[in-house]
């Protein structure tokens, strides 16, 4: 995987428009790949690569943006932006797929499951504020989600960011739960 985008992949990518109020979500084209599409009702805003199945480095874009993600065997992320040294954000697992995300301006958020069967997982600040809710959608061999924004949210400089790692964290919890298997 390299780092830079192909021209028709950029052009395939729509701008991110936080704004947007329709259906948001992850979706997987083709259930080999580790290849995801965050759509904005049908536009293309983002994608997100892994190698083999869901290596520990993935790349996620939008037309603006591209961050690398690094995880660890104790599910710890960094996120880098292109062509960076230092992480722009950081989590750290704690227990039942919970944690926190620990952005680089000092800003701390939860990773938390919203129900017990871990399908369900949202972003929130340390007061308890919900500011994103990911929530998984059956399909035959692929894994894919709806997400909702809270207005906070809508708001943030990070939005795109925690979208990528968002959906990568659900990934890692989808793939080692019974979830994986059947539930949703």
């Not at 710890?76 to 227990?95: D, L, N, T």
Request: net charge positive.
């Amino acid at each position: 995987m390299t780092g830079s985008r192909s021209k028709p992949e950029l052009a395939a990518l729509q701008p991110f428009d936080a704004g947007f109020r329709g259906t948001w979500g992850w979706r997987q084209p083709t259930w080999y790949r580790s290849h995801w599409e965050l759509r904005a009702g049908e536009a293309l805003v983002g994608t997100l690569d892994g190698s083999g199945l869901l290596g520990t480095r993935v790349v996620f874009r939008t037309r603006d943006a591209t961050w690398w993600l690094r995880s660890s065997w104790l599910l710890q992320v960094s996120a880098f932006a292109e062509g960076g040294s230092e992480p722009v954000a950081r989590f750290r697992s704690g227990w039942f797929g919970n944690g926190r995300i620990t952005l680089a301006d000092e800003t701390t958020l939860l990773w938390k499951a919203e129900n017990a069967w871990l399908h369900r997982f949202g972003v929130q600040t340390t007061d308890g504020l919900p500011l994103l809710h990911f929530r998984t959608r059956r399909r035959f061999l692929r894994y894919e989600c709806d997400v909702q924004f809270e207005d906070a949210a809508r708001r943030a400089a990070s939005l795109p960011l925690l979208l990528g790692l968002g959906w990568l964290l659900l990934l890692h919890t989808l793939r080692n739960s019974h979830v994986a298997h059947g539930g949703a």
